[in-house]
């Protein structure tokens, strides 16, 4: 059953799927994220994000948090580079509970003062916790390397003086700005019937004044690339190499995806997993990302070894970037690499909450949702010669640019 749609007269678009389950999922998802921030306020995405749970017009924090816990249900939130999205999950009697919440908050959220200086300690200790972990702080080194001063090169949460310097006035401020009508989607996957879901959404969300958006995302910055080497006293060695990537418009980004699995995806049998892990035994964890943005994406692969591996690794990975760009698969590889890809998708979408939040991405960016079967048609059409041709683009060793953790 394909995605049911309605944009209310504020610009928010509502779309629905019914499926048959006891369990409800829904979502407001507004293209507002950390690349959206000016200057001085860097941070602001991430710690709105946490203040929309603290009060609203209607309720405060408590009220906010038990609404859905009291009856088993489930709400959460994440900021990206360029959303900001609120979920929930709980039993369909009480989806119009949860849509009615999801609204209220994101909406109608004051920003308590009280509130705020608490929150902030809260992200200030979060930034410290990514600061432990150096597996995760390299990727933000690395993205702050390869796109520099472009907000994309920032780090979601934030630095400590950055978050300190956010008021009130500022948040309150960013969202009157940032948090577009036009912008924002609510979807839900439930077992309840459109146009009852559209009732809903005209009461919960239809009252919110029309603001479209007026301003226009910054282009990244020419990109060069670059190496850093960086003492950072860990235990292990940590190194994260990659490029600039395709868009989420691009006609090859579903060739670059099969590429990237085939590469170092999540299955265990992954050239890069095989090569490091499995054959050499000299790394734990090696894996390849590919995060497409609007108008860049990023290609990244990260492992972490022991400094006396750390060159014999990074060789390692260079050979088999070479062999995807000099090898083409054959027949039996290419069909073996797709069917892989094309499970793992299949095996995703039985999840509704990944399916809802596929789906709200795709009406943000697309105006559609992209249905599975054109999704497997267009990976079935990649050829070997195409994926060699990607593999060149993007990973050419001109192109390539790495940190590393010593």
Not at 53 to 75: P, Q, W, Y
Not at 211 to 228: I, M
């Amino acid at each position: 059953m394909d995605f049911e749609q309605l944009t209310l007269p504020n610009g928010i678009k509502v779309v629905h799927r019914q499926i048959p389950s006891p369990v409800a999922c829904c979502c407001l998802m507004v293209n507002t994220g950390s690349r959206d921030e000016a200057h001085d306020e860097h941070g602001a995405a991430h710690l709105v994000e946490h203040m929309i749970f603290k009060g609203t017009s209607r309720r405060r924090a408590h009220h906010i948090l038990s609404r859905l816990d009291n009856v088993g249900g489930e709400l959460n939130a994440y900021t990206s580079k360029e959303e900001t999205v609120v979920h929930a999950t709980c039993l369909r009697a009480d989806y119009a509970r949860a849509m009615e919440l999801v609204a209220d908050i994101v909406l109608s959220s004051v920003f308590p003062e009280r509130e705020l200086l608490k929150e902030r300690e809260v992200v200030l200790d979060e930034i410290n916790s990514y600061r432990d972990s150096p597996s995760e702080l390299i990727y933000d080194e690395f993205e702050s390397m390869v796109f520099g001063t472009h907000p994309l090169g920032h780090n979601i949460l934030g630095t400590a003086e950055s978050v300190r310097g956010l008021s009130r006035d500022r948040l309150m401020g960013f969202v009157a700005q940032r948090y577009n009508t036009d912008q924002m989607v609510f979807c839900s996957v439930a077992d309840v019937p459109a146009r009852r879901v559209l009732q809903l959404a005209e009461r919960h969300l239809g009252h919110a004044p029309c603001n479209p958006r007026t301003y226009a995302r910054a282009r990244p910055l020419s990109y060069v690339p670059a190496h850093q080497s960086l003492d950072r006293g860990t235990h292990q060695a940590h190194c994260v190499m990659g490029a600039p990537a395709y868009a989420l418009h691009s006609d090859r980004r579903h060739a670059l995806f099969l590429l990237n699995n085939i590469l170092g995806g999540p299955g265990m049998n992954s050239r890069l997993g095989i090569a490091l892990r499995e054959r050499h035994g000299i790394a734990y964890n090696v894996e390849a990302a590919y995060q497409p943005y609007i108008d860049t994406g990023l290609c990244t692969i990260y492992f972490g070894t022991d400094h006396h591996h750390m060159r014999r690794a990074q060789q390692l990975v260079r050979d088999e970037l070479e062999r995807l760009q000099q090898c083409p698969l054959s027949p039996v590889q290419l069909a073996r690499a797709k069917r892989q890809l094309l499970g793992q998708l299949a095996i995703a979408a039985e999840s509704a909450e990944a399916l809802m939040l596929s789906a709200a991405k795709g009406f943000l960016v697309y105006d559609v949702p992209e249905d599975a079967r054109e999704t497997a048609s267009r990976i079935e059409a990649v050829s070997a010669q195409l994926l060699m041709e990607v593999a060149q683009e993007v990973w050419g060793q001109r192109a390539m640019s790495s940190i590393t953790y010593i």
